[in-house]
């Protein structure tokens, strides 16, 4: 049983060993597909187990829990890894029309592969300091990705974001020294129990704010989120994609771990910083989206806009913000990647980024513009796409607490990320190309390549929308289960007796 | 650098740091060593190597490409944690096989650690070797 934690786990790294000995051969992208294909099987079946047994968790080399290494799934550990592999999934279908055989020589899909192991690792680890670990293996992967074949651009872009995320790992070593300082321990469910126990509150309540520093820098919130926008603009299309959709939510997600089992002893301090970082993250990131051009600035800048929607849904702590905040996630992570796809395919048919210098879209490639509408509407919270509903239980959530302000800029934000979606409409798709140049499919030298996850990914949002129940339903148990730790701590440390 | 005896000496010492980043490899379970260091020793070998007689000897000494033998590597440590699936037990529980074990004596312990260590040291040479050898010939 144990080994369905560690599947999701071995096949990446499997996958990016054979797709990098075979970096010299054609069938380099075909491994990396089928990798992708089994490691979604897998994610599956993990799934299957946690909706069916609850919590689980196993501990690797059979060292007994507080010691050892452990990895647990529970509900919003299965459905992020869930998430990971169908976007894995889809962008490395997409990476076959988009990544070029010079790319692909230095290491492409190995990267890419060993990227989508310390993603799922960060989810599905029950232990700080693998955290950690997990963190570093996103990092060099993802820098490797980031200047792969690139110029000065890529590696400006590379730079400040592997400057910026040492220093939040800085925060990140210093807190956990202080931690295990205080607790002796590193095990999530082992430091629930402890830190309860500790009679320096004040300190530890030091140590959650380290956290949220490191974790803030990762997720990109007010004021910690200029890297990203400095980034995400400059890798291949595949590459942007998979970090808009997963790198972020990785910080999201440890914010949710830490600050829902560890860090829960103040809340009124700590989730009330929490609350106003929200707030700004939501209303600086939508406004930075107004104020650029380029196809890819402006969805970076929303990422950082729709980070605060969940990073709200934290801040409040009631049960129905909890499940706001993970259907958020699981939402945001499949549109915003589909967007990046999108642009993609606008540039290699028009020829550039800046909306302004292109256009012609929607009279040449009409099933394009139809495959933006949806994730487009979506992330502004059009009904009935599933950003309407992820925006809904967020803003019923401060409605219920009487927190009219906080509703009051949710939906601001969500108006004014229909302004930004309109630009893109407007420039890109509906007016015609500046230098007449006709943006037609056929331009595509593998068109199915990607379309096809562009489509899936539209498809899935649509279905989220049409059918939200089950996963609203999912989400509420999921926050269950963080809301009320003692499954977690008793599936970690009950396997030690 | 062209000087002969930096060239005659690099030969020597890179053969012994070989052999003894092979020793620390596997002295390393029960005392100071292990893959890491022992992958550290033997890139320094082929660093001296590279630095008296150019990279391009160096890289015709290493037989195959430094990225190659990381990934390689990589293979070799996952696969010691995948043999645990054959006895039923945890990823990565260490498996130990003792030859000759008599009732006070261990005998010759074989493990799936050792692989996992050689397996580390390989990505380490790999990793450092890549890294150096580009340094050095963008120089």
Redesign the interface.
């Known amino acids: 049983m144990?080994?369905f934690l560690?599947l999701p786990l071995?096949i990446p790294?499997?996958t990016?060993?054979a797709a990098?000995?075979l970096r010299h051969s054609a069938s380099g992208k075909w491994v990396s597909v089928a990798g992708s294909a089994l490691g979604l099987v897998a994610s599956i079946a993990l799934m299957a187990i946690v909706l069916d047994k609850g919590v689980v968790a196993?501990?690797?080399?059979?060292w007994a829990a507080p010691f050892g290494i452990t990895l647990v799934a529970d509900l919003l550990s299965a459905v992020m890894v869930l998430i990971t592999a169908i976007t894995g999934f889809a962008v490395a279908i997409y990476a076959m029309g988009d990544v070029t055989e010079a790319q692909e020589r230095l290491?492409y899909h190995?990267l890419f592969q060993v990227l989508l192991a310390g993603v799922t690792g960060a989810f599905l680890t029950g232990d700080l300091f693998n955290l950690y670990v997990w963190f570093e293996v996103m990092l060099i992967a993802s820098f490797g990705l980031l200047v792969l074949m690139g110029g000065k651009e890529q590696l400006d872009g590379g730079v400040k974001y592997v400057a910026l995320n040492l220093i939040s790992t800085i925060f990140f070593l210093t807190g956990i020294g202080l931690l295990y300082g205080l607790t002796g321990t590193l095990n999530f469910a082992d430091l629930a129990l402890k830190v309860e126990e500790i009679e320096n509150q004040g300190l530890l309540t030091v140590v959650a704010m380290m956290f949220m520093v490191a974790f803030g820098v990762k997720a990109a919130v007010f004021p910690l989120f200029f890297w990203l926008p400095a980034a995400y603009h400059t890798p291949s299309f595949s590459v942007s994609a998979i970090f808009a959709g997963l790198l972020t939510k990785v910080g999201v997600y440890a914010l949710i771990r830490c600050f829902t089992l560890v860090f829960d002893h103040d809340i009124a301090f700590t989730h009330t910083i929490l609350l106003w970082v929200a707030c700004l993250t939501m209303v600086v990131g939508v406004l930075g989206a107004a104020a650029q051009s380029d196809f890819r600035k402006i969805l970076s800048f929303h990422i950082i806009s729709q980070i605060g929607y969940m990073i709200l849904g934290l801040a409040l702590m009631t049960p129905l913000a909890i499940v706001g905040a993970v259907f958020y996630l699981v939402h945001h992570i499949i549109v915003k990647a589909n967007l990046f796809l999108i642009a993609g395919v606008a540039k290699r048919l028009t020829g550039g980024t800046e909306v302004y210098q292109i256009g012609g879209l929607y009279k040449y490639a009409p099933f394009l513009g139809v495959l933006f509408l949806v994730p487009a509407f979506s992330l502004a919270g059009f009904p009935p796409l599933s950003g309407f509903w992820a925006k809904y239980i967020i803003v019923k959530a401060t409605l219920d607490i009487e927190m009219w302000f906080v509703a009051f800029i949710a939906l601001a934000v969500g108006l004014m990320t229909i302004y930004s979606m309109t630009k893109i409409w407007a420039e890109a798709f509906w007016k015609n190309h500046p230098d007449g140049i006709e943006p037609r499919m056929e331009k595509l030298s593998n068109k199915w390549a990607q379309l096809l996850p562009i489509a899936g990914l539209a498809v899935l949002t649509v279905f989220i929308g049409m059918n939200p129940e089950p996963f609203v339903q999912f989400a509420e148990r999921s926050a269950a289960q963080l809301l009320d730790p003692s499954d977690y701590i008793t599936a970690v440390l009950g396997d030690a007796q | 650098m062209n000087s002969v005896i930096l060239r005659a000496g690099a030969r020597l010492l890179a053969l012994l740091l070989v052999i003894f980043s092979i020793y620390m490899l596997l002295r390393g379970h029960n005392a100071p060593g292990g893959g890491f260091i022992g992958g550290l020793i033997a890139a320094t070998g082929f660093v001296v190597f590279a630095i008296a007689c150019g990279t391009e000897d160096a890289r015709r000494a290493l037989r195959f490409d430094p990225g190659s033998i990381a990934g390689a590597g990589l293979g070799i440590a996952l696969l010691a944690g995948i043999i645990a699936a054959i006895f039923g037990d945890n990823f990565f529980t260490g498996q130990w096989l003792f030859i000759n074990e008599t009732e006070d004596d261990k005998g010759i312990p074989l493990s799936t650690v050792l692989v996992f260590d050689i397996g580390v040291y390989l990505v380490v040479l790999g990793a450092v070797l890549s890294i150096t050898f580009a340094l050095e010939e963008s120089v």
């Not at chain 1, 196993?58 to 059979?62: D, H, I, L, T, Y």
């Open positions: 144990s080994w560690s071995i790294f499997l990016a060993i990098y000995l196993a501990q690797m080399g059979q290491g190995g």
